[in-house]
């Protein structure tokens, strides 16, 4: 390897270290950002379409800005007060609820106790108050860290306020933004880095439009489903099941264990869990055979668990930040490293020197 390689790959990384860096000391003020990029981004392809009408760019934005705005007004003035109301409800009830679980929870381990020696019960029952234990301290510790940190507030702020400003800016001038980095790549590797740069593009894209469709689909299949079949709170567990789908088997795990508890707790095993049940089964047949064929597909070669790898490591590092930009990380990290298994497949690194295969057809020959 020549010495302008080993500067080109110290460059590179040089600027990755200092982006990171930069990421990590920044991230309490970079939400805003992040969240106006990624409207932008999504919002992008709307611009476009008005633009080839002969719609200046910034009225383009405007427009394609405004209409957003006003569907998820739409959608919040329509869901809020029935969600309020379902909230409200949820919360006068929670001393019934957890009252209902504890007696379920002692009729199952008595059952136990019937069934199962008396060793193997008491390593359940320890297990057991030991998970309860843990689950009761981390969501004491999740309320006071949202209750006491000033940062929640300011953060909520800022994203109603500022990001708004910034995907208008970033939208407008998206065009421009592309070309001004585009004339900072390398000469030589130009061709590369724009091929790689549309893979991202069209792997990212699929995935989000794609999987946001999902949500939406999911998110009103089980919110309807489970509203219609007498679910108390039928209406959260769906919508929240449509949010966290957008992880991959997340939501419906979540959805389903909620959905199942309260169901055992307001139907006992009877015909009403039944079609709980059935609603999920349908849903997730719905989900895996046509939604996300149709809607995300294979091409975005994401895989389900470098996602969910994505999404985690990124949140431990950078928290709610990094979760917004663990999608995008996760679609450049798998571009450039098929990149270079494809670089590295042809090399001779790969493949035996044409030397080493002479004299080993030669070996056997004799």
């Known amino acids: 390897m020549n010495a302008w390689p080993r500067q080109e790959i110290a460059f590179w990384l040089g600027v990755l270290a200092v982006f990171f860096l930069l990421v990590y000391l920044l991230s309490p003020i970079l939400l805003p950002f992040v969240a106006g990029g990624i409207i932008a981004y999504f919002l992008d392809p709307g611009v476009r379409w008005l633009t080839r009408w002969r719609v200046p760019r910034s009225l383009a934005t405007l427009i394609v800005l405004l ?18 109301l379902q909230v409200s409800e949820l919360i006068a009830r929670l001393p019934t609820l957890f009252s ?20 193997d019960y008491d390593r359940l029952q320890s297990t057991l108050n030991g998970s309860i234990d843990k ?6 510790n999740l309320a006071q860290t949202i209750l006491t940190s000033g940062l929640a507030l300011a ?3 800022s994203l109603v306020i500022i990001t708004p400003v910034v ?3 970033l939208l407008r001038d998206w065009d421009r933004i592309v070309a001004k980095v585009d004339s900072w790549l ?12 549309a893979e991202v593009d069209a792997t990212l894209g699929g995935y989000i439009r794609g ?3 999902v949500c939406l689909f999911l998110g009103i299949f089980y919110a309807l489903c489970l509203s219609l079949s007498g ?3 039928g209406l959260i567990v769906g919508i929240l099941t449509g949010i966290l789908a957008f992880i991959p088997y997340v939501g419906f795990f979540t959805g389903f264990v909620l959905a199942v508890g309260l169901g055992l707790m307001q139907f006992g095993w009877g015909w009403g869990l039944i079609y709980v049940l059935l609603t999920f089964a349908v849903g997730q047949v719905l989900e895996s055979s046509f939604l996300s064929p149709k809607l995300v597909g294979e091409r975005v070669r994401l895989h389900p668990v470098w996602v969910i790898f994505a999404l985690l490591a990124f949140g431990s590092l950078f928290g709610f930040l990094g979760v917004l930009i663990a999608l995008p990380a996760a679609a450049v990290t798998g571009v450039v490293v098929r990149f270079a298994l494809s670089r590295y497949m042809r090399s001779q690194l790969y493949r035996a020197p044409l030397t080493d295969s002479l004299d080993d057809k030669r070996d056997a020959a004799e």
């Not at 002692?106 to 069934?115: E, G, V, Y």
């Not at 689950?135 to 004491?140: D, I, N, S």
């Open 67 to 84: 209409v957003f705005g006003l569907v998820l007004i739409v959608l919040i003035a329509l869901l809020v007060p029935l969600l309020r």
């Open 100 to 119: 209902q679980a504890h007696t379920l929870l002692n009729q199952s381990m008595a059952t136990a106790a019937k069934h199962l020696p008396a060793q």
């Open 135 to 140: 689950v009761l301290t981390w969501a004491v």
């Open 155 to 157: 953060n909520l702020l």
């Open 167 to 169: 995907a208008f800016f």
């Open 186 to 197: 390398p000469r030589d590797h130009l061709d590369t880095l724009r091929e790689q740069a």
């Open 211 to 213: 999987q946001l469709l």
């Open 231 to 233: 679910l108390q709170f």
